[in-house]
């Protein structure tokens, strides 16, 4: 298994907003515009501090979708290409943290279809919390080294930062929010380095 520290930083304009559901109740006599004022940013990822962050999950779909998307051929093993290779052989455990507090995110207004089906009839406004600059580092685990590489997972990675996108209103669903670079700040073999440190280091 290899372990790579990758930072992904936000695209020029292309914030990330988030979707998150949160089930937080209506009051009795709340106007639809008062409990999304309220309970808006509810909807980002933040741990016990408030602090913000990506969830694992979410960059490794985003992984998986970006290999099928290029449909790239391994090298090697005939006709097999990354997508599944992505699915099993890659792993993303660790929150991404933003380094931003909950209380510090900007309401984005957005009219969408009540029932967040696209092409929905009835539309409603929702407000959504959005960071406009954002980054991070991400651990990516690789555990399928036979198949996956640096070179292969590096343009799976850009693939996914220019047309898969992170968070809500990304390009995969025909937005432009959640766009971002990513390069590798450190890797190593079972998690260690070059001179024998832990990757983390």
């Known amino acids: 298994m290899k372990m790579y520290s990758i930072q992904l930083e936000s695209m020029p304009a292309s914030p990330i907003t988030f979707g998150r559901y949160h089930g937080a109740p209506k009051k009795a006599t709340e106007s ?31 992984l998986v979708e970006a290999a099928k998307y290029l449909s790239e051929k391994i090298p090697g093993k ?19 943290m933003l380094g ?3 209380k510090a995110l900007e309401p984005d207004k957005v009219f969408v279809p009540a029932d967040g089906t696209a092409g929905g009839g009835k539309r409603v406004w ?14 990516i685990y690789v555990l399928d080294e036979e198949s996956i590489n640096e070179a292969a997972l590096m343009r799976v990675l850009t693939a996914c930062g220019q ?8 390009p995969a669903k ?7 670079t990513a390069k590798i700040v450190k890797n190593g073999k079972n998690g260690k380095n070059g001179n024998g440190a832990t990757a983390e280091e």
Not at 174 to 180: I, M, S, T, W
Request: glycine share 10%.
């Open 163 to 170: 047309y898969i996108g992170l968070g809500t209103f990304r």
């Open 78 to 96: 005939g006709q097999q290409t990354y997508g599944k290779k992505f699915m099993g052989g890659v792993s993303v455990t660790d929150p991404i």
């Open 100 to 102: 931003i507090k909950k």
């Open 32 to 62: 639809h515009d008062a409990y999304e004022e309220r309970t808006c940013m509810e909807r980002a990822h933040f741990d016990e501090t408030d602090s913000v962050f990506i969830p694992p999950n979410m960059l490794k779909n985003a």
């Open 174 to 180: 025909n937005g432009y929010h959640g766009r971002f």
């Open 126 to 139: 929702r407000t959504f919390p959005m960071l406009k600059q954002w980054k991070g580092v991400a651990k």
